[in-house]
């Protein structure tokens, strides 16, 4: 039963490495678990259905953040940004993947959108990239450090959420700690990532890269991109429009709600005119609908490994072969946060599946309580780079791959898996240790 895990996950991460579709991939990892947990196969896929409900809130906050996306695009407010990155940037490779990883961080924070601006901002970017001769994995890997590294370090917006959800876990459990403690020890882990960055950009994917013409124009995928350049009154009205929207969701802790009144306002202030109401929504389900709908599959397959008892067993047995040796105990459980995240592609769900297990081990081995913070939010946090099934691997394989020249897997997942998880679980793992 503690090989369940280990042999679904090797098995999606294989299938996904072969070019196999990411859905795809993820069911016959899940169907596989199911049958290795003693279901039936039409006992596994019942299992995996009725669990896709547990990702309904976030697909459903993705369907309409596209939507809003949409509707900010249409004020042509995102080209401005676009033409000034284009002018002032021309030639500055690493400076521009270094604002790229900058404009990404602030969609966690001050303008809560997630993913949904990249469809938005980065297909109009793409000749830019290819005139520059700029790598797209290392554009991938910039987006998704502004996709992952500010709910580490930051604790506002997304990071208050995955601060708060460590924070439940821990206290829930038997451990004494406060939220800024939980912050504190996601310091060290965060600065793994940053490191992980310079790295990939300064390094690793500092070299051109010649990408061939397939045919396809990418300056296609924004329809308004030669309109609209200077700034006037309807982009100030979107301005308000996002910052109500913002609003809304701190006040609500709701994407829903903060992307409801978001578009609501767009429609208000007439910047998006009624009769475009369809096509907007549309747009924003075709943008943001396959992302959405792989978080659906694998909030599923996350119910079959927890309900199945595959995580407990994969805990248990590695937790009976550690004894108190704190490096060893902190390095296998970061293995484990690992595999699960890298299954169910969400670190904010894994961490309500592990803290229960972990915490009291833990304790028992001598971890003070904001070690076992920094363990249990590392353990969380790793894989979500990565993971084929991650909104932070999905989101910019949305934007780079609009012209049909990038590749999910090599190009996302691989180059963020090794630029991001080797550093955060170093620093994750030095963090458990001298905390």
Same mark, same amino acid.
């Given at each position: 039963?503690?090989? &369940?895990?280990?042999? *679904?996950?090797?098995?999606?991460?294989?299938?996904?490495?072969?070019? &196999?579709?990411?859905?795809? *991939?993820?069911?016959?990892?899940?169907? &596989? +678990?199911?049958?290795? *947990?003693?279901?039936?196969?039409?006992?596994?896929?019942?299992?995996?259905? *009725?669990?896709?409900?547990?990702?309904?809130?976030?697909?459903?906050?993705?369907?309409?953040?596209?939507?809003?996306?949409? +509707?900010?695009?249409?004020?042509?407010?995102?080209?401005?940004?676009?033409?000034y990155l284009i002018r002032i940037m021309s030639g500055k490779k690493t400076t521009l993947l270094l604002v790229i990883a900058g404009v990404a961080s602030l969609s966690q924070n001050v303008v809560p959108v997630h993913i949904a601006f990249i469809p938005i901002l980065i297909p109009p970017l793409l000749t830019l990239f290819d005139r520059m001769q700029v790598d797209r994995r290392g554009v991938a890997v910039a987006l998704t450090f502004g996709l992952q590294a500010p709910y580490i370090l930051i604790p506002a917006g997304f990071g208050l959420i995955f601060h708060r959800i460590i924070y439940d876990g821990l206290v829930q459990n038997g451990a004494t700690i406060t939220m800024g403690e939980v912050a504190k020890s996601m310091i060290i882990p965060g600065l793994g990532m940053i490191v992980g960055l310079l790295i990939a950009l300064f390094i690793t994917y500092r070299k051109d890269k010649e990408y061939t013409s397939n045919g396809q124009d990418a300056t296609l995928y924004n329809e308004k991109q030669s309109a609209d350049i200077s700034f006037n009154l309807k982009h100030l009205l979107t301005v308000f429009a996002i910052v109500g929207a913002l609003i809304a969701q701190i006040i609500s802790g709701s994407l829903i709600i903060g992307a409801l009144i978001g578009l609501g306002l767009m429609f208000l202030f007439f910047v998006v005119p009624f009769s475009k109401g369809d096509k907007i929504i549309s747009d924003g389900v075709g943008m943001m609908g396959s992302i959405a709908f792989v978080m659906l599959v694998a909030s599923g397959y996350g119910t079959i490994l927890k309900d199945t008892g595959a995580v407990d067993a994969l805990v248990e047995a590695s937790s009976g072969y550690l004894g108190n040796n704190k490096a060893l105990i902190a390095f296998v459980l970061l293995l484990v946060g690992l595999l699960i995240t890298m299954g169910i592609g969400s670190s904010f769900g894994t961490i309500p599946i592990i803290a229960a297990l972990f915490v009291p081990i833990c304790l028992s081995a001598g971890f003070s309580p904001i070690a076992t913070a920094a363990l249990i939010g590392t353990a969380g946090a790793l894989g979500d780079a990565g993971s084929p099934a991650s909104d932070s691997t999905l989101g910019p394989t949305s934007g780079l791959n609009a012209d049909g020249k990038h590749n999910h897997i090599w190009d996302t997942c691989v180059p963020t898996f090794t630029h991001f998880n080797i550093p955060l679980f170093l620093f994750g793992w030095m963090a458990a240790l001298f905390l």
């Amino acid at each position: 039963m503690e090989w &369940v895990v280990v042999v *679904s996950v090797l098995l999606m991460v294989i299938l996904s490495l072969l070019r &196999v579709n990411v859905i795809l *991939s993820i069911i016959i990892a899940a169907i &596989v +678990a199911g049958v290795m *947990s003693g279901l039936n196969i039409v006992e596994a896929v019942e299992m995996l259905v *009725s669990g896709m409900g547990g990702q309904a809130n976030t697909a459903l906050s993705y369907v309409l953040l596209g939507a809003f996306a949409v +509707a900010i695009s249409y004020t042509g407010i995102t080209n401005i940004l676009v033409k000034y990155l284009i002018r002032i940037m021309s030639g500055k490779k690493t400076t521009l993947l270094l604002v790229i990883a900058g404009v990404a961080s602030l969609s966690q924070n001050v303008v809560p959108v997630h993913i949904a601006f990249i469809p938005i901002l980065i297909p109009p970017l793409l000749t830019l990239f290819d005139r520059m001769q700029v790598d797209r994995r290392g554009v991938a890997v910039a987006l998704t450090f502004g996709l992952q590294a500010p709910y580490i370090l930051i604790p506002a917006g997304f990071g208050l959420i995955f601060h708060r959800i460590i924070y439940d876990g821990l206290v829930q459990n038997g451990a004494t700690i406060t939220m800024g403690e939980v912050a504190k020890s996601m310091i060290i882990p965060g600065l793994g990532m940053i490191v992980g960055l310079l790295i990939a950009l300064f390094i690793t994917y500092r070299k051109d890269k010649e990408y061939t013409s397939n045919g396809q124009d990418a300056t296609l995928y924004n329809e308004k991109q030669s309109a609209d350049i200077s700034f006037n009154l309807k982009h100030l009205l979107t301005v308000f429009a996002i910052v109500g929207a913002l609003i809304a969701q701190i006040i609500s802790g709701s994407l829903i709600i903060g992307a409801l009144i978001g578009l609501g306002l767009m429609f208000l202030f007439f910047v998006v005119p009624f009769s475009k109401g369809d096509k907007i929504i549309s747009d924003g389900v075709g943008m943001m609908g396959s992302i959405a709908f792989v978080m659906l599959v694998a909030s599923g397959y996350g119910t079959i490994l927890k309900d199945t008892g595959a995580v407990d067993a994969l805990v248990e047995a590695s937790s009976g072969y550690l004894g108190n040796n704190k490096a060893l105990i902190a390095f296998v459980l970061l293995l484990v946060g690992l595999l699960i995240t890298m299954g169910i592609g969400s670190s904010f769900g894994t961490i309500p599946i592990i803290a229960a297990l972990f915490v009291p081990i833990c304790l028992s081995a001598g971890f003070s309580p904001i070690a076992t913070a920094a363990l249990i939010g590392t353990a969380g946090a790793l894989g979500d780079a990565g993971s084929p099934a991650s909104d932070s691997t999905l989101g910019p394989t949305s934007g780079l791959n609009a012209d049909g020249k990038h590749n999910h897997i090599w190009d996302t997942c691989v180059p963020t898996f090794t630029h991001f998880n080797i550093p955060l679980f170093l620093f994750g793992w030095m963090a458990a240790l001298f905390l």
